[in-house]
């Protein structure tokens, strides 16, 4: 133990590398997304072995009243759960470096995954090591607040769908999520990344995606801020319609049924039923078609994703739709093009976000048309500073996260 080092300040550049490169690597940890949080402080810390760093966390730090706080650090520390002299040493000095800092407890969702399996599996195996990595944060004083289910439950989803780099993966694609993307791509739908000279037309369709979801999310401040701090690893995918096409394409159609039906003869009736109802089809769709086209013009955005690469990984935090073009599935193009891009560019994982525990909610069924890895987290932890303090500031904490739910 008397080889390892604390040390507190340290370098970003230096940090962000080793987190980069590290197995638990995650978003969360990058010294960049400790910028985004603007209203927590941060500091990074870290253990070396000699002159090499082996493990650290990137701390958010929230004032509380009477000068205390509270630290988070989320999907993190980065270092070796399995190692219980490092986690002994590394945890013996955060807590003397949080008493410095009035720390009432230090709340923590590290990156170690319980189980990774697919929704159709019938065994989901617990990964190897895990419970000893659990126990060994148990033996150094965390506790863990179990293995919850609900969204609300913990400050990060413990359960998120994400796509593991494979070869050939849309071929792993279900039948009806390949359809959806040839039928996307036959009403010229276009998808491509843009930079922040876009973030008008992506924050347009996150406030539509707000009004017809009646939920609360961010406003384009906020998005033009992460994508000042991520730069070029920060990209915008949007899907564009081509209105002015699709509309000329329909009148040819439409035209050439009504010429169909005249040419019906006896005894085709059926056959002219069919032409019927799809010349009445296409003048429906017409009819929106050509409204849309006055209000959105030749070539709207339709559907939107904003993604950050980082290390091995990409985290697509944001996804928009325009509800009225929902059936033409720019939505599927928006999340596959993420994916391919990180298939294409060798990152291993691709992260879709957060689902309920129950695995049975539409947020699930949606992402599910992707054919991703179900990663359940191991879930919260607490590491109490002030053991006289701890248990109210935790009761205060759940009350104050219960009417923030509510709100």
């Known amino acids: 133990m008397n080889d390892y080092i604390f040390k507190m300040n340290l370098d970003k550049n230096e940090y962000d590398q080793f987190v980069k490169s590290h197995p638990l690597c995650n978003l969360l940890q990058s010294p960049k997304w400790a910028e985004v949080k603007e209203n927590w402080k941060n500091e990074i810390l870290g253990v070396y072995q000699g002159d090499r760093l082996i493990g650290g966390a990137s701390v958010l730090i929230k004032q509380l009243p009477l000068n205390f706080t509270m630290i988070y650090i989320p999907r993190g520390p980065i270092l070796d759960y399995k190692n219980l002299e490092i986690l002994k040493f590394f945890f013996s000095h955060l807590k003397k470096w949080a008493k410095t800092k009035h720390c009432l ?69 279900p039948k009806h999520t390949k359809r959806h993307i040839k039928t996307a791509k036959k009403k010229n739908i276009m998808v491509d990344f843009y930079g922040i000279e876009k973030i008008h037309e992506f924050s347009r369709l996150m406030k539509l995606t707000e009004d017809r979801k009646h939920i609360s999310l961010r406003n384009e401040e906020y998005f033009k801020h992460i994508m000042n701090i991520f730069k070029e690893d920060c990209k915008l995918f949007l899907a564009q319609l081509d209105l002015k096409k699709l509309i000329e394409d329909s009148k040819k159609r439409y035209v050439q049924l009504e010429e169909n039906i005249q040419k019906c003869k006896e005894g085709q009736e059926g056959k002219k039923e069919n032409f019927i109802k ?21 070539h709207p955005y339709i559907a939107s994703a904003l993604c950050i690469y980082y290390g091995n990984t990409c985290e697509m935090l944001y996804m928009g739709m325009d509800g009225k073009y929902q059936k033409f599935h720019g939505a599927y193009l928006t999340h596959i093009a993420p994916i391919q891009y990180a298939q294409e560019n060798n990152i291993e994982w691709c992260n879709m976000g957060g689902l309920e525990g129950t695995l049975d909610g539409g947020l699930t069924k949606f992402k599910s048309n992707f054919n991703p890895d179900i990663l359940e987290y191991v879930g919260e932890f607490d590491f109490p500073i002030n053991k006289l303090l701890y248990k109210p500031a935790k009761k205060a904490y759940e009350m104050l996260k219960k009417r923030n739910s509510s709100d």
Do not use: W
């Open 105 to 173: 407890f230090i709340k923590m969702d590290p990156g170690i995954i319980y189980r990774d399996f697919y929704l159709e599996d019938t065994v989901r195996k617990i990964e190897p090591n895990v419970e000893n990595e659990i126990n060994n944060l148990k033996k150094i004083g965390c506790i863990h607040l179990g293995f919850t289910t609900s969204l609300s439950d913990t400050i990060q989803p413990r359960y998120h769908a994400a796509v593991k780099k494979k070869d050939n993966y849309l071929d792993s694609l």
């Open 278 to 298: 799809e010349r009445d089809s296409i003048q429906k769709d017409l009819y929106n078609l050509e409204k849309y086209y006055k209000t959105d013009g030749a």
